[in-house]
């Protein structure tokens, strides 16, 4: 069976900040929403159906929002589809919708992600203790920094590493109208300089909490012409992966997990790339804390096992590198957790439509979007390319 | 493949689902429009099914889907005992499909609906259509 073409037509986002009061989860939704079809000079009209990605219910304490959303996201009288993969979920929230226009099931589908961390409190939703489980301590950072350090004893990584890709990151960022951690001035001695959170995370190498969405209208070929014909440059959806593997089991390698290196294989092989590092222009990869950056480089084969982190430190994943990682800002500069995948999305389509503005990559003509979530669990990853290829 | 693995397999020909507004004062509670749109989207319509089992966890439902699927008086509603007899909540709308489909798998309808719903008063609506060969 194969595929239909499919092409990112649109995409809107909206400021993330702390604490948006001024908006309901609908609202802010909706923001996004409006942003995204105007961005694809489309009306909700042309919208055939809507999928919706979240993490956690209990975050926000609202059961099932898609259900009070309906109406905010344009969905009534269509149908709508909620996904569920925890931190990934924005992603798998990009690669549903995607699938539903290369089925030939819908011509334009809109994919939408949020979080509303104001009105939540995600790391103590993320402590409780799971039944027959183990528990996961003070929040994701408490979870995650085991597999940090060993990453750091395995590869023998220099200590400032994780500094390094938080000062590009937030500097990133300040060129990022919508990123909520705006921080121009950052350099590595403030960084270092920051309070320890989870040895060896500190403050300045935290993801912040942010209330924010992201929308993306996706067609299929039809549609991306009629786009194209309008003047309006469309991202064209080169190849897909999800992979899934439980968050415990006895073997299971935290720093490398076998189900993102898996996905990324799957995902390169549909792309017909060879060499990651070599072809692709830009990767926007999730990254909650600084040490996930090198980590993730190697697990999706930008590296080999250990030497991830010696692109960071020779600069190049800056914007200006080789191979320029979270131009955005990324994760480090906004974290709506369920838009934050697929924010990751959305990011590359904009390089390769050329419309990144300030972060833009000159001349991306291939890009990397990335997720990941749980407890390094779901993974979830596409290819966006300026030509249908 | 689907002829190997069973004799008599239940083509699904139809498989649609549309939501309504979550406000119960924008909508007219006696009908389910996304229901409705739904089975026409799935060709539910286009003839009657032998049997249909509906995802009524509440009897009133029933009459209300009845309606709104334009079922008539000619189907077996929930020879499975429907909801009413068994209600795991986020399966009970899978179990519909699955009762439908062993009714064309047994031989005992050549054409089934199944139906599944979700939110407050018949919010969300998906309409299965399965065939005998």
């Known amino acids: 069976m194969s595929k239909q073409p499919a092409a990112v037509l649109g995409v809107g986002q909206t400021r993330h900040r702390s604490r948006r009061t001024d908006v309901s989860i609908a609202g802010l939704c909706r923001e996004a929403v409006d942003r995204a079809l105007a961005d694809a000079g489309l009306t909700p009209a042309d919208v055939d159906a809507v999928v919706v990605g979240k993490a956690p219910d209990l975050f926000e304490g609202v059961m099932m929002p898609e259900l009070y959303l309906a109406e905010a996201l344009g969905a009534a009288g269509k149908p709508l589809l909620r996904v569920h993969t925890a931190g990934s979920v924005g992603g798998a929230t990009g690669l549903v919708a995607t699938s539903l226009v290369q089925a030939g099931r819908h011509r334009r589908v809109l994919a939408v992600a949020f979080e509303k961390q104001s ?13 027959f489980g183990m528990p996961l301590l003070a929040g994701a950072g408490g979870y995650f920094a085991p597999h940090i350090r060993a990453y750091i004893r395995r590869s023998g990584a220099p200590a400032h590493i994780g500094a390094m890709v938080a000062v590009k990151d937030r500097r990133n960022g300040s060129l990022n109208p919508y990123a909520h951690l705006q921080q121009p001035d950052i350099t590595l001695e403030s960084v270092r300089n920051s309070p320890m959170l989870w040895d060896p995370v500190r403050y300045d190498e935290t993801c912040p909490s942010s209330d924010g969405a992201c929308a993306v209208v996706i067609g299929d070929r039809e549609a991306a ?16 992966a999800m992979r899934t593997e439980p968050t415990m089991f006895s073997g299971k390698d935290h720093v490398n997990p076998r189900a993102g290196a898996d996905a990324a294989a799957a995902l390169w092989r549909q792309a017909g790339i060879t060499d990651p590092f070599e072809q692709i222009d830009v990767a926007e990869i999730y990254v909650p804390f600084s040490w996930f950056e090198p980590m993730w480089l190697e697990n999706l084969g930008f590296a080999a096992e250990g030497q991830g982190w010696r692109l960071i430190e020779a600069g190049e994943t800056e914007i200006g590198g080789r191979l320029p990682v979270n131009p955005s800002g ?11 995948g697929l924010l990751r999305f959305a990011e590359a389509a ?23 979530g749980g407890g390094s669990q779901y ?8 030509t249908p290829g | 493949m689907a002829g ?18 979550a406000s119960l004062g924008a909508r007219d509670l006696t009908t389910a429009p996304s229901a409705t749109a739904a089975a026409l989207a799935a ?11 509906l995802h009524a966890p509440f009897t009133h439902q029933e009459i209300l889907l009845r309606a709104a699927l334009g079922l008539g008086d000619g189907p077996r509603v929930n ?34 609906l199944a139906h599944a719903t979700s939110g407050p008063a018949l919010q969300q609506n998906l309409v299965c259509v399965l065939e005998a060969g």
């Open chain 1, 350 to 372: 904009l390089q390769v439509m050329g419309k990144a503005g300030a972060h833009q990559v000159p001349g991306a003509q291939t890009a990397l979007g990335h997720a990941y």
């Open chain 2, 4 to 21: 190997e693995l069973c004799p008599r397999p239940a083509w699904i020909t139809g498989f649609e689902h549309r939501i309504d507004s």
């Open chain 2, 79 to 112: 020879p499975s005992g429907g909801a009413l007899c068994g209600n795991p909540m986020f399966a009970a709308g899978l179990a519909r499909i699955g009762w439908a489909a062993r009714q064309i798998m047994s031989g005992g309808a050549d054409r089934a």
């Open chain 1, 225 to 240: 012409r009629d786009a194209q014909a309008g003047g309006r440059p469309v991202a064209w959806i080169r190849a897909t």
């Open chain 1, 330 to 340: 990324g994760v480090l500069s906004s974290n709506p957790i369920g838009a934050s």
């Open chain 1, 379 to 386: 993974f979830s990853m596409w290819v966006v390319a300026a």
């Open chain 2, 43 to 53: 060709g539910a319509g286009d003839r009657a099914p032998d049997v249909a089992e």
């Open chain 1, 119 to 131: 009105e939540s409190n995600a790391m103590w939703a993320l402590s409780i203790t799971p039944p």
